[in-house]
């Protein structure tokens, strides 16, 4: 048989495995999403969680309230989870769980599920997220401190390394840091210190020999960006890096175990509200840094419907995107030849470029003591990214097509339907919820659940003891994902993670220079410094724009009042009445404006500050804008709004109004 | 003929400004009494209009600060006003939240003056301070304020030490937390009765500050992070040792830890209070409020001001004698007139 020439491949590869970050509403309803899209030649799963679920809340939770089944499913306990999965075999299905915080009981919750369809644990096939410190720096669903986390996350590797051992028990996430603002080489430093800091920690819960295999267990969830030939770059660089670590740090022998494997979502960040059509461009070329070079192509790929910036997508902008995946797999050449960049000039060049100036950063972050101890470090890092970022496309440098240049359109026959071109949860889901985990309570074996959750309690306290047995014993008895959080809250406390603003540099530009002269005449003018408070009230952790905006505020002159993110109304009110400040600013991604919003309002009407004028920015319809304003909301902000020293200006002229001092900017 | 007079003397009426033609100014003798009253709901606007630097607002300052002056009260305020300070990262604000819960959990009544170290840069400021002290938002007795430090790290904001004199008339403890060490709790320690410098294990910094003698030896020494073990039973026996090295070995030293469980909060409590009712208090705010309005006059004035007050000493010793109940913006208006005077 004569010899393959070396440009092609003997047989080209399998596809990777295609998923769709989906799930909404209620197990039921999920599930039947489940279905269809594994119809439509889905590969495995990958499942949404909604907010409560992901911060350990139940339904009924006082924090629950407007978030219930809007971002993803509500799962609260082995009921749900049961249903959920209902009629997919779980021996066959690859299952990736977008979980952190929670991951632990997400898990247990999973592995008895699959105990009542007769599934074997040690068949189990797919990933939990698990990975906390990124939840610090940018996605907010953290709910114990840094310790307790790194240990609950230890003893999910430790222990499926010898019960799940097909199992990802952690996808370390660059995803979320790139979404955060971060540059390609703080996207691989920061997200290889993390897996340093994990890592280390179970290297003290799993013996020696064991190593290989949890080296070799550790997966990866990148991001990829429109810029997709140095994207392709920075994940050729993860993978000497990986290996290195690997060989260097952990004596991890077996080549295999040293290989990267990555999953991916491409690039929310980019994507425009303006034109929201371009966007599908954008994914297509974004999935191409993923697929294009075999030496560091993706396992598994999800990618993001065209209408993120909107709203929630439909099963039908999801099927979109999987035909997008389906046409590059099936219909392209690209499966059947070996590298294409191998000898690329280029490619080696971009690739050491970015691996030394990775290498710096990790240098930096170890001097520091390592990723956990680093989280304030690298949070203002990716704040200051940001902020930077967002500068050059304020000044042009930076060109988004149809957002700051091209900007003359037609009307988008795409959003001109009823629903404008989004899903809209159906609001009764939150109350059905609320119904149905009070009456899973009212039915279970109480005093098994009460047993349970205070075995649960002693193991928390008890350091050498792993987690997970306790806590699948407590998934099987009934137990709450609202329960098990709390039992662990009590154990370990809360915690807010750093906010990152506070070391972001000033930025300057003749522009701002003149808002500045606004805030100081106007300040004069009320006698103190205008003071601005900037407020994320329900769970949704998705702070880089909150962020954004207070850094400006403060570059503007102004005293910001900045907490972080998971602020009940209440809070953000008293917060209001107390600091005296001028003007309100509240952030919402999650959807869950509609029921946030007045509550906010409410509570600032019962704290006596209803006077004070409140903006609101967010993924808001615009039909759900008109609606706000008329129930007394100042100004709406959306992603089209990206100007943000004009932002600045009708803050300042809303409080001069206000005053009833006269303002030379603004509206 | 330059003036020391800080504003003219501005009564009810006043011209309406160009830039502010229908702004409206507290009424700051109402507002005062309210706080004499125990009305917790006027601290907003008290610290509103101490804060604010409009001739009018400050006028309305005065006059609420009269209202809760010790003569207006007939003693000292009070409230228990106690510094912490420390540097960052040591755990302030954790064990701040299991302070005010002890505190509350005893039916007192608490403000917190969160200075923020958080720099000016282009003369705004991020304030996050508050959000790191958990409490009940309901909880209508816990009241938390957060200011910008101004230029210096870990300095008082410029309204502090008034927010505190009248805040302490209203509530039962009022505490000013600062960032900083070897400067700051000397700048504290002038604004309240009582102050604890809190340092954490292996903080080397804070012991060579004492040593060396840049760190004044505070009223109550707090140790964090005691769940941290050997290292903070040798960071116990550190501290002993330097304040004993200072003839200081009767300085309280607490012990805390702020995660779950937390202990050592009583404790502290406790030693804060037993240092407050050893202190001689009206000779302690007396003085602290004649600092306090010389330092307000030399900022306002400058060298010139305090040359014709014949010098800082000459000042302080005419204030000595000046009646001790007077509050801090009569003082300064009799250093003033006196300027005036001989100038």
Redesign the interface.
């Known amino acids: 048989m004569p010899e393959p020439p070396s440009h092609r491949l003997p047989e080209p590869d399998r596809p990777w495995m295609m998923r769709t970050y989906a799930g909404h509403s209620d197990a039921r309803r999920s599930n039947e999403l489940y279905r269809r899209n594994l119809e439509k030649g889905q590969t495995g799963l990958s499942i949404a969680f909604d907010l409560p679920t992901q911060t350990g809340y139940d339904p009924d939770h006082e924090l629950a309230k407007g978030e219930v089944g809007k971002v993803g499913v509500s799962i609260a306990h082995k009921g749900d989870m049961e249903t959920l999965l209902d009629g997919i075999p779980l021996d066959q299905m690859n299952t990736s769980m977008t979980i952190n915080a929670t991951a632990a009981w997400l898990l247990a919750l999973y592995i008895v599920a699959a105990e009542d369809q007769g599934v074997p644990e040690d068949k189990l096939q797919g990933t939990t997220q698990n990975d906390i410190l990124k939840e610090y720096l940018s996605r907010g669903t953290y709910a114990f401190?840094p310790g307790p986390s790194m240990r609950l996350i230890a003893d999910t590797i430790a222990y499926t390394v010898e019960h799940v051992p097909k199992w990802n028990p952690i996808n370390i996430c660059s995803y979320h840091l790139q979404e955060a603002g971060a540059t390609p080489v703080q996207e691989i430093a920061f997200t290889m210190c993390n897996a340093i800091a994990v890592l280390d920690a179970v290297k003290q819960r799993v013996p020696q020999e064991l190593m290989g295999s949890v080296f070799g267990r550790i997966s990866f969830f990148v991001n990829a960006g429109v810029r997709f030939i140095e994207e392709h770059a920075k994940l050729r660089a993860m993978a000497t890096l990986w290996d290195e670590l690997g060989r260097e740090r952990y004596g991890v022998e077996d080549e295999k175990h040293r290989r990267l494997r990555y999953g991916v979502q491409v690039n929310s960040l980019g994507l425009t509200e303006a034109q929201p059509e371009n966007n599908v461009y954008r994914i297509a070329l974004e999935a191409l840094a993923v697929t294009l070079g075999r030496n560091a192509r993706a396992r598994a790929i999800q990618l993001p419907a065209w209408n993120e910036a909107l709203g929630l997508p439909r099963p039908w902008d999801q099927q979109w995107s999987l035909r997008l995946q389906q046409i590059l797999a099936y219909e392209t050449d690209l499966l059947e030849y070996p590298d294409i960049f191998e000898g690329s000039k280029v490619m080696d060049g971009l690739v050491s470029e970015l691996l030394e100036g990775a290498r710096e950063e990790m240098h930096r972050v170890a001097e520091l003591g390592g990723a956990v101890e680093a989280v304030d470090y690298m949070k203002a890092s990716l704040v200051e990214s940001h902020r930077k970022r967002w500068q050059r496309i304020e000044s042009g440098d930076q060109i988004a097509v149809g957002m700051n240049k091209f900007t003359s359109t037609e009307p988008s026959p795409l959003t001109a339907g009823a629903d404008g071109g989004i899903l809209v949860v159906d609001p009764e889901v939150e109350a059905e919820r609320v119904r149905a985990v009070q009456s899973w309570r009212a039915e279970r074996d109480q005093a098994a659940v009460d047993a349970a959750l205070a075995r649960l309690a002693e193991t928390a306290q008890n350091d050498h003891e792993n987690i997970m047995p306790v806590t699948i014993a407590a998934a099987r008895a009934g137990a709450t994902t609202g329960e098990w959080s709390q039992t662990l809250r009590?154990?370990?406390?809360?915690y807010?993670a750093p906010?990152g603003?506070?070391d972001a540099v000033?930025g300057?530009s003749e522009d701002l220079a003149e808002v500045?002269e606004e805030?100081?005449?106007i300040s004069?003018?009320?006698?103190?410094?205008l003071k601005f408070l900037v407020g994320k009230p329900g769970l949704d952790g998705h702070s880089n724009g909150a962020e954004q905006i207070?850094?400006r505020?403060?570059?503007?002159?102004?005293?910001?009042?900045?907490?972080?993110i998971r602020l009940?109304p209440?809070?953000i009110?008293?917060?209001a009445?107390?600091?005296?400040v001028h003007v309100i600013g509240l952030s919402i991604l999650s959807g869950s404006h509609r029921e946030l919003i007045p509550a906010v309002l409410d509570a600032l009407r019962e704290a006596?500050v209803a006077d004070v004028p409140v903006v609101v920015g967010g993924i808001i319809p615009e039909a759900d804008a008109a609606a706000l304003r008329e129930a007394g909301i100042a100004a709406v902000y959306t992603p089209k709004d990206w100007n943000l020293n004009g932002m600045m200006r009708d803050i300042i002229s809303l409080v001069a109004e206000r005053?009833?001092?006269?303002s030379a900017v603004g509206a | 003929m330059t003036s020391f007079r800080s504003s003219p003397n501005v009564t009810a009426s006043r011209a309406p400004s160009a830039l502010d033609p229908g702004r409206r100014v507290a009424d700051g003798r109402e507002l005062g009494r309210r706080l004499r009253d125990h009305d917790l709901t006027a601290a907003s606007a008290a610290l509103n209009l101490i804060e604010s630097r409009a001739p009018d607002d400050r006028e309305q300052a005065r006059a609420l600060l009269a209202e809760v002056s010790p003569a207006a009260l007939g003693r000292e305020a009070p409230a228990h006003i106690v510094g912490i300070t420390g540097p960052p990262g040591v755990g302030k604000s954790s064990l701040l939240s299991r302070l005010v819960a002890h505190w509350r959990s005893r039916q007192r009544s608490v403000a917190v003056l969160a200075v923020d170290p958080s720099s000016r840069r282009s003369g705004g400021s991020l304030l996050g301070d508050r959000a790191r002290i958990e409490t009940d938002p309901r909880d209508r007795e816990v009241f938390i304020r957060s200011t910008a430090a101004g230029s210096r790290l870990g300095g008082l904001a410029p309204a502090t030490r008034a927010a505190a004199d009248a805040l302490a008339a209203a509530f039962d403890v009022v505490v000013i937390e600062t960032v900083g060490v070897g400067q700051s709790e000397t700048e504290v320690a002038d604004a309240v009765d009582t102050v604890a410098v809190v340092v954490q294990p292996a903080s080397g910094d804070v012991l060579q500050f004492l040593k060396a003698g840049i760190m004044e030896v505070p009223d109550v020494l707090v140790l964090t992070k005691t769940d941290l073990g050997a290292v903070a039973t040798r960071a116990m026996a550190d501290l002993r040792a330097a304040l004993l090295a200072l003839g200081a070995s009767d300085t309280e030293v607490c012990a805390v830890s702020s995660v779950p469980p937390a202990t050592g909060i009583a404790e502290l409590a406790q030693a804060l209070d037993a240092h407050r009712a050893a202190l001689d208090l009206p000779d302690r705010r007396r003085t602290a409020r004649r600092r306090h309005a010389l330092e307000n006059f030399a900022v306002e004035h400058g060298e010139l001001g305090l040359r014709a007050l014949g010098g800082r000493v000459q000042a302080e010793r005419w204030l000595n004698g000046q009646d001790p109940d007077l509050d801090v913006p009569s003082l300064e208006r009799a250093l003033a007139d006196r300027a005036e005077s001989r100038g």
């Open positions: 401190p009590e154990a370990f406390g809360e807010r906010t603003v506070g000033a300057g500045r805030v100081e005449r004069e003018g009320l006698g103190r410094r207070a850094v505020a403060r570059d503007a002159g102004m005293d910001v009042v900045y907490e972080g009940t209440s809070q009110a008293t917060s009445a107390q600091e005296g006596g005053h009833g001092l006269q």
